[in-house]
């Protein structure tokens, strides 16, 4: 017996695909590009390789008003970007430790991150909207800071499309956000 018969009889079996799956995935991938366009003020369509983790809680904000958490390493020199939340909760975000293994992608990122006004550009309202509308039973300043994050995210993948970078590569890279919120006084 040689390694290719012994590989075939190690192999686990395939499993069995339901027939039309190929065509129904084929469907959703469009419509979920077409919905993901809407929510821009300038259509763009978000999808990715990149991810972006944004850590924007209430107990982290408190903790971080009181000087319980502090940035990460990597944020304590990164563009700042502040917000409001519905609640009138101030906060900021930070976005960095880019790691993308081309380095002149990873310059534009860069780039992007620092030159880009992210509470601007986005249409939050819609985003949240979009959102609710796909399940997400986030509400208010949780929906808001959500709607940010992920935006943001987004926001960074199309500039680098736009700048002609496959984003859609598997494992682009990466860019990590932070962020923390102070509850508004009363």
Known sequence: MNDI???ALLAPPALAQPA??????????PAARRRATRVYRTPRIVAGGAALALVLGGATAAAASIGG??????????????????????CEFR???VIIGDP????????VIDHTDFVAELDVDALMDEYAHAGSTATGDDA??????????????DKLRDRGFD??????????????CVEAPE
């Open 144 to 157: 808001y800071k959500q709607a940010i994050a992920t935006g943001s995210t987004f926001l960074v993948l």
């Open 5 to 7: 018969e012994l590989d």
């Open 95 to 97: 976005m960095g430790n």
């Open 69 to 90: 958490f502090g940035w990460q390493p990597w944020a304590q020199q990164a563009v700042n970007h502040t917000f409001t939340l519905p609640s009138g909760a101030e």
């Open 167 to 180: 984003v859609d590569a598997p494992y682009f890279g990466s860019v990590t956000g932070e962020g923390h």
């Open 104 to 111: 002149e992608a990873a310059a534009a990122a860069q780039d």
């Open 20 to 29: 039309g799956l190929d065509g129904d995935l084929a469907a959703l991938v």
